[in-house]
T-cell receptor
Framework: GAVVSQHPSWVICKSGTSVKIECRSL??????MFWYRQFPKQSLMLMAT?????????EQGVEKDKFLINHASLTLSTLTVTSAHPEDSSFYIC???????????FGPGTRLTVL | AQSVAQPEDQVNVAEGNPLTVKCTYS??????LFWYVQYPNRGLQFLLK??????LVKGSYGFEAEFNKSQTSFHLKKPSALVSDSALYFC??????????????FGSGTQLTVLP
């Protein structure tokens, strides 16, 4: 089956620093990737949708300058949290969908803690 | 706009008993429906989906779900619960049409606890 990986699985950083999270589709080409944020015991909230080679589409209320998304290839998307603050601490999950799939395949998630 | 409702935040069942996790949806046109399971500090694992065809869909780990168009429901079921089924379950929907409506919309999640 289709596999999506995320790296790192967890990261702790100081306030004001930037953190990059990678999302890779390991055995299929992902024309579309999605980034979600999940707070404890809550549902997944879609942050942005990215299509390979084009700019990401951000959901309302998500700061595009703070959450930089790059979908440079058909197997890799990155989310960079710039100038992170403690309120950015969360579980970030990516998912990917290939051109022939009806479903999305989810990565294992990245736990970000900003001190 | 599409939406998903999971009316129960928490479902408790005894091991060996049948379980049901409820889900209702709203979407324009024909729905694609999904169930995912999430264990603590992990990503989502796909359980099953309804795209078209038989209303009863069988998925991973003995789970099944029944698509009911008239009631706009897609309840998750299992005949005999296991303690290892204890996890957070999400129902999701998206429209079968193209465009931005193809993105998934998730329910709020239901915490299933199976008691030994």
């Amino acid at each position: 089956g289709a596999v999506v990986s995320q790296h790192p699985s967890w990261v702790i950083c100081k306030s004001g620093t930037s953190v990059k999270i990678e999302c890779r589709s390991l055995d299929f080409q992902a024309t579309t990737m999605f980034w979600y944020r999940q707070f404890p015991k809550q549902s997944l909230m879609l942050m942005a949708t990215s299509n390979e080679g084009s700019k990401a589409t951000y959901e309302q209320g998500v700061e595009k300058d703070k959450f930089l998304i790059n979908h440079a290839s058909l197997t890799l998307s990155t989310l960079t949290v710039t100038s992170a603050h403690p309120e950015d601490s969360s579980f970030y999950i990516c998912s990917a969908r290939g051109p022939t799939y009806n479903e999305q395949f989810f990565g294992p998630g990245t736990r970000l803690t900003v001190l | 706009a599409q939406s998903v409702a999971q009316p129960e935040d928490q479902v408790n069942v005894a091991e060996g008993n049948p379980l049901t996790v409820k889900c209702t949806y709203s979407v324009s046109g024909n729905p694609y429906l999904f169930w995912y399971v999430q264990y603590p500090n992990r990503g989502l694992q796909f359980l099953l989906k309804y795209i078209t065809g038989d209303n009863l869909v069988k998925g991973s780990y003995g789970f099944e779900a029944e698509f009911n168009k008239s009631q706009t429901s897609f309840h998750l079921k299992k005949p005999s619960a296991l303690v290892s089924d204890s996890a957070l379950y999400f129902c999701a929907v998206r429209a079968s049409t193209s465009g931005s409506a193809r993105q998934l919309t998730f329910g709020s999640g239901t915490q299933l606890t199976v008691l030994p």
